[in-house]
């Protein structure tokens, strides 16, 4: 029996230690001898002017060589995994190729210098290895991952590990990301998967959820409090419907934007009372249209936004900074849409308002995001699983934004729903629950 084969079967800790580690394994990856590929294509495939820097060109799936661990570092055998959209710019190779992330790492650690780049931010399985350093880890344990890669010895990551200036994104700015059957990740980067939850499902959370839990309940964020009005974009997302679940918990008042019928029916299911049709305003970015948004969100909830969930970026951030009421915060993490923002600055500094820079999650505010979907306080906002093979459809799907909710891949899960070991939890919440997404 192989290692790989251990691990599905369930095989008890003393035998996947006594197994052999392959040398090489089943991976979604990038080469670098095609990182001009793309030169001169448009990003969206939506322009039908030319061909378009489709992932499902990049993305290839085979086997890459297995490295050594680093005294710090545990070996998973990953049983599923998730598509983010880091995932689709390292596909596009863009702002950068990743590329240029290893060739940097490359000075202090070789191994990830590669010709190959094994993707993925997201996983869940069982530890099969532990490094000579790693102390709370062992064989047979299973483990969600958290995607933040730092320096543990760094006096900073006592204070906020995001911070760290060794900070990188697993399976971003590393290599041996958790799109694959076996992934490295540092000791500090595990937690205890979810009992009730399956594979698949467990996979989906740690990347969106605990930047959601940072940008709006961390003490880095906007600390929101009781009765905040929070206008989020993109609410049936990745990030967004996190966001919306950590705002109903904590008893603000979700305004969710979406851009479909078909979206706002499932943010009412969620429970958000609230909801936006962004198709509604043709323009959000001159005044004219941030005035009419803003006007949308009075009518709803009687008032403006104490807080804005900002990760579209370019095509929303002037309206973000408009609505936000005077005083309010813009909470912002990313910008699918372009990093390149325009806002009219008069309304951030006459008003009194803050933008907020945030960035992933620490390693206590990761735990705290999964002690929450470990009680089954927040819920995976799975939609779509594909297996490992066909992990570039699953990343096209994202970069066409034709998903809701997070996009699961199988890696040595040899179907869906397996992995749960808290029937009763499960029971609890309800199939309806946390199926909710699925399509």
Same mark, same amino acid.
């Given at each position: 029996m192989t290692l790989a084969e251990a691990v599905v079967a369930g095989a008890a800790p003393a035998e996947l230690a006594s197994l052999e580690v392959p040398t090489r394994y089943?991976? +979604?990856?990038?080469?670098?001898?095609?990182?001009? /590929?793309?030169?001169?294509?448009?990003?969206?495939?939506?322009?039908?002017?030319?061909?378009?820097?489709?992932?499902?060109?990049?993305?290839?799936?085979?086997?890459?060589?297995?490295?050594?661990?680093?005294?710090?570092?545990?070996?998973?055998?990953?049983?599923?995994?998730?598509?983010?959209?880091?995932?689709?710019?390292?596909?596009?190779?863009?702002?950068?190729?990743?590329?240029?992330?290893?060739?940097?790492?490359g000075r202090t650690d070789p191994r990830h210098d590669l010709p190959t780049h094994v993707l993925g931010s997201d996983a869940a399985g069982v530890v099969v290895r532990?490094?000579?350093?790693?102390?709370?880890?062992?064989?047979?344990?299973?483990?969600?991952?958290?995607?933040?890669?730092?320096?543990?010895?760094?006096?900073?990551?006592?204070?906020?590990?995001?911070?760290?200036?060794?900070?990188?994104?697993?399976?971003?700015?590393?290599?041996?990301?958790?799109?694959?059957?076996?992934? +490295?990740?540092?000791?500090?980067?595990?937690?205890?998967?979810?009992?009730?939850?399956?594979?698949?499902?467990?996979?989906?959370?740690?990347?969106?959820?605990?930047?959601?839990?940072?940008?709006?309940?961390?003490?880095?964020?906007?600390?929101?409090?009781?009765?905040?009005?929070?206008?989020?974009?993109?609410?049936?997302?990745?990030?967004?419907?996190y966001g919306v679940q950590l705002v109903r918990n904590g008893g603000g008042i979700p305004v969710g934007v979406v851009s479909s019928p078909e979206k706002a029916a499932l943010l009412r299911e969620m429970g958000c009372e609230h909801v936006v049709d962004r198709s509604r305003f043709d323009d959000l970015t001159d005044e004219k249209g941030w005035r009419g948004l803003g006007a949308e969100v009075r009518r709803l909830v009687g008032e403006d936004s104490a807080i804005v969930f900002e990760h579209t970026g370019k095509d929303t951030f002037g309206a973000s900074v408009y609505v936000a009421k005077k005083g309010g915060k813009v909470v912002t993490c990313g910008s699918?849409?372009?990093?390149?923002?325009?806002?009219?600055?008069?309304?951030?500094? /006459?008003?009194?308002?803050?933008?907020?820079?945030?960035?992933?999650?620490?390693?206590?505010?990761?735990?705290?995001?999964?002690?929450?979907?470990?009680?089954?306080?927040?819920?995976?906002?799975?939609?779509? +699983?594909?297996?490992?093979?066909?992990?570039?459809?699953?990343?096209?799907?994202?970069?066409?934004?034709?998903?809701v909710g997070k996009v699961g891949v199988l890696a040595l899960a040899p179907e869906q729903d397996l992995g749960i070991e808290d029937g009763r939890l499960r029971e609890r919440i309800g199939e309806e629950r946390l199926r909710l997404f699925r399509v």
């Open positions: 089943r991976a +979604v990856h990038l080469r670098k001898d095609e990182v001009g /590929m793309f030169d001169g294509q448009d990003n969206d495939g939506q322009d039908n002017d030319g061909p378009d820097k489709d992932v499902r060109r990049s993305l290839h799936v085979g086997e890459v060589p297995m490295p050594e661990l680093a005294p710090d570092e545990v070996l998973v055998a990953v049983m599923a995994s998730a598509i983010n959209f880091n995932t689709v710019w390292s596909a596009m190779f863009e702002p950068i190729p990743t590329f240029a992330f290893l060739e940097r790492f532990a490094g000579q350093a790693v102390r709370h880890w062992r064989p047979g344990d299973r483990v969600v991952t958290s995607p933040a890669y730092l320096d543990s010895q760094d006096p900073m990551v006592q204070h906020d590990g995001m911070l760290a200036a060794d900070l990188r994104a697993w399976g971003f700015e590393t290599n041996f990301g958790g799109l694959a059957e076996f992934a +490295v990740v540092k000791a500090t980067q595990l937690l205890p998967k979810p009992r009730h939850l399956s594979w698949e499902e467990a996979a989906c959370n740690m990347l969106c959820a605990s930047t959601a839990y940072r940008m709006l309940v961390g003490e880095r964020g906007a600390r929101m409090k009781q009765g905040d009005v929070v206008l989020l974009w993109g609410a049936t997302g990745g990030l967004g419907a699918s849409s372009g990093y390149d923002h325009t806002y009219d600055n008069r309304h951030l500094w /006459m008003r009194l308002k803050q933008i907020i820079g945030s960035h992933g999650a620490n390693y206590q505010e990761c735990h705290e995001t999964n002690r929450l979907i470990s009680l089954g306080m927040i819920h995976p906002t799975l939609s779509r +699983v594909y297996p490992l093979e066909k992990a570039g459809d699953a990343a096209r799907s994202v970069q066409l934004n034709q998903h």
